[in-house]
Every structure is written in structure tokens, then in C-alpha cells.
């Protein structure tokens, strides 16, 4: 099934030998909990493998040459998972500003969130616009991080916005629309990754994803090295973006 890839990676490829370079990659970082299980672990044991996982990913984003890292760290269907859990995934997320922030600030890394901050504890609230705000200069990789984000939500929260601004119906258009998103000023994702071998959106970009390709591998996110980042940029290169076009349209384009 095209994007499913169970091969071990070709590590013969270099960045050099990539005709196209996703601009944009999106990442549902799903599995961390069923790693855990496999391996007689609790659920928290599995989030915090993922954490440090993310590491390296950002490390070969660059790279690679990948401009834009967007990660789905905490949906708001997530709020429904037991408190304990929901609390430990907020001590995760504060635990790595305060780790990371620095070292991810002198390495070039702009760092956005996108989704809701209200419901977060005050403190992480904080922490995240603060790391938002030290790093806003940077231009060598942008991490957007979704936390407390649904696409449904952020559909929602645009349309309240265009109708308090005054907008008139006949002026609303697509990019209006995206205009009042979260990832306002950034193109659309490229490529949407998902790990652990899950077929779904989970409400992650439903928007800005309609013409993005997608990449599904059994992988769990814990496991999801750089080498299987590599190979899912080699099975992008694979496909034909076509944007509604035929074969035809974009042999003269």
C-alpha cells in the first residue's frame, strides 16, 4: 500500500540526491503508549521516550533541509484521557522548555504554538509564550507546536474571528480563511507523517492538509528515528503532486 513502508531504510541516499525537499512536514507523533506496553512499561515511561525522540528529529530536519516542523503533541480530544496522564503530558511539555529552550534558541530554531492556550495550567501558559517570544528572530528551522489543538477547533475559532472583524460573506475566501488560522503566513504542510501504523487525521491540519501527501508507518513515534524520517522523505520524492491537474498539465508546466 503506497506510504506504508516496512523496508529497513535505504541509508545510500544523501540530502544531494533529493529532487524535492518538503518545504513543510507535519508529524502525529502517535504510539508512545502501545511502545510502552510492548515493553512491560507504564504509559509515562512511552512519553517520555517520545520526548527525547524528538530530539533527533529536529536535528535531522535541518539536515535535511526541512524549513518548517509542525508536531501534534497534545489534541483537545486528549483532555478526555486520564488526569494523571493528562498531567503528566503537561509536566512533559513545561520539562522541556525549561531543558531545550536554550540550546533550541542558539541553534536557530523559531518556536510557535498553535492551538489554545486557555486550559493550560497558568505557569506552562507562560512558559510557552515565553518560548515563543525568545525565539521569534530565529529563521533556521520554525517548530510549531500543537498543543491543546483540534482542526475542528481552529476552523471554529476562524470563522468567530472574520465574522467579530465585520467581514462581509462575499468577501470571505479560502485564503481569508487561512489568513485567520493558527499557521497564518506559513504554507500549507507538504508532507503529514503518522506513526504507529494508525489510518486517521485525528483532527490534526484538516485544513491546511487537503493537499498535503501523507506518509503512514507502523512505527512507533519512540522508535521513529532518522532513518525512518530519511525514508519517508524518499517516498515523497516518489510521488506526483498534481493539485487537481493531470498528467498532461504538468508535463508542460
Not at 39 to 52: N, V, Y
Not at 81 to 97: D, F, G, K, Q
Not at 119 to 127: A, D, I, N, S
Request: glycine share 6%.
Amino acid at each position: 500500500m503506497p506510504g506504508i513502508i516496512k523496508e529497513k531504510p535505504d541509508m545510500s541516499f544523501t540530502p544531494e540526491s533529493l529532487v524535492r525537499v518538503p518545504r513543510h512536514v507535519a508529524i502525529i507523533m502517535d504510539g508512545n503508549g502501545r511502545w510502552a506496553k510492548q515493553r512491560g512499561l507504564p504509559r509515562s515511561a512511552g512519553h517520555q521516550q517520545g520526548t527525547e525522540n524528538l530530539r533527533q528529529i529536529l536535528k535531522a530536519a535541518v539536515e535535511f533541509g526541512v524549513e518548517i516542523l509542525t508536531i501534534y503533541a497534545f489534541s483537545t480530544e486528549n483532555w478526555k484521557r486520564p488526569r494523571h496522564e493528562v498531567a503528566l503530558l503537561m509536566r512533559i511539555l513545561e520539562m522541556v522548555i525549561d531543558r531545550e529552550l536554550r540550546e533550541l534558541n542558539e541553534n536557530g530554531v523559531q518556536i510557535r504554538h498553535i492551538g489554545e492556550l486557555d486550559g493550560m495550567p497558568e505557569r506552562l501558559q507562560r512558559k510557552v509564550r515565553e518560548a515563543c517570544a525568545t525565539t521569534a528572530q530565529n529563521d533556521r528551522l520554525i517548530l510549531n507546536v500543537a498543543f491543546n489543538y483540534g482542526g475542528r477547533d481552529e476552523i471554529v475559532h476562524a470563522v468567530q474571528h472574520i465574522i467579530q472583524a465585520g467581514i462581509a460573506p462575499e468577501s470571505v475566501t479560502e485564503d481569508l480563511i487561512s489568513s485567520y488560522l493558527y499557521t497564518s503566513g506559513l504554507p500549507d504542510p507538504d508532507l503529514i507523517i503518522r506513526t504507529s501504523g494508525e489510518f486517521r487525521l485525528s483532527n490534526f491540519l484538516i485544513w491546511q492538509g487537503s493537499y498535503s501527501e501523507y506518509y503512514y508507518t507502523p512505527v512507533y513515534w519512540p522508535d521513529f528515528n532518522k532513518q525512518e524520517f530519511w525514508q519517508a522523505l524518499v517516498d515523497y520524492n516518489h510521488r506526483k503532486r498534481r493539485f487537481g491537474k493531470t498528467d498532461d498539465q504538468l508535463e508542460q508546466e
